[in-house]
């Protein structure tokens, strides 16, 4: 799984010179577009020409993204396109 791990805080490091200190100071970034904010908060992050969707976990739902990954190892197996998941 560790091809599956993204370090956006270094990412944005050596990008951009950016330490993410707290979401509001994140929101104003060139680089980032928040979609949603609040518990269930989406943003996307633009990496090398690309748009990436980020989602940010609360602590209660720390073990959600496992389901997201399990959902897109099923839909591998089964030849069922999917979005790339990767954790970060």
């Known amino acids: 799984m560790s091809n599956n791990v993204f ?3 270094n990412y944005f490091f050596e990008k951009y010179g950016y330490k993410v200190t707290e979401r509001d100071d994140l929101l104003t970034q060139k ?3 928040f979609e ?3 518990a269930n ?3 996307w992050v633009y990496i090398d020409e690309n748009k990436y969707l980020f ?3 609360p602590d ?5 993204w496992l389901g997201e990954l399990l959902s897109k190892e099923i839909a591998d197996i089964l030849s069922i396109p999917c979005a790339e998941y990767k954790l970060c």
């Open 36 to 38: 949603n904010t609040g």
């Open 55 to 57: 989602k940010e976990l």
């Open 31 to 33: 680089f980032v577009e």
């Open 7 to 9: 370090n956006l805080d």
């Open 41 to 43: 908060a989406l943003f």
């Open 60 to 64: 209660e739902g720390k073990y959600l």
